[in-house]
């Protein structure tokens, strides 16, 4: 029986320590032939801003309700497909995302359990060893001696 929380801090803190590394960037460099994420990034970021100025387009009066419903579904429309190209992208290449990261911790925190468990599979395999009868692991030092992660040859 192992405490499953220190653990899983210390595989956090050597993945975002790696991946805040200066050669990272080769990492997760997306693949030639791969879905371009930051394009899309870019994409839906300039949609929420239409969004946003459609909304102040109301607020002044210089547009309908019935105008900005017409737009704002277009542009909902739009944000569900680069939402779903994204999450494609992502599935066919986990660390495609990552190249667009200023502070990999920051992503780290905001990404759901399942981001951050596929990220793991991706860049290593983690093996848990046992510690003996009585003994408790309670620090990231005791984790470290406890647990092997071996890197793949991404």
């Given at each position: 029986m192992r405490n499953g929380d220190i653990i899983d801090r210390y595989v956090s803190e050597v993945c975002i320590a790696r991946l805040a590394e200066k050669d990272a960037a080769d990492l997760v460099a997306p693949r030639s032939d791969a879905i371009d994420i930051a394009m899309l990034n870019s994409t839906r970021e300039a949609l929420k801003r239409r969004r946003q100025l459609i909304a102040s387009f109301v607020a002044r009066g210089l547009m309908t309700d019935a105008e900005a419903d017409e737009s704002l579904v277009g542009i909902a429309r739009?944000?569900?497909?680069?939402?779903?190209?994204?999450?494609?992208?992502?599935?066919?290449?986990?660390?495609a995302e990552l190249a667009l990261v200023d502070d990999v911790r920051e992503w780290w925190s905001d990404a759901t359990l399942a981001r951050r468990r596929l990220l793991v599979e991706t860049l290593m395999v983690v093996r848990i060893h046992p510690v003996g009868h009585g003994k408790r692991v309670t620090t990231l030092d005791g984790a470290a001696d406890s647990v092997t992660l071996e890197w793949t040859n991404r």
């Open positions: 739009e944000l569900q497909t680069i939402g779903d190209q994204i999450a494609l992208a992502v599935l066919e290449d986990p660390l």
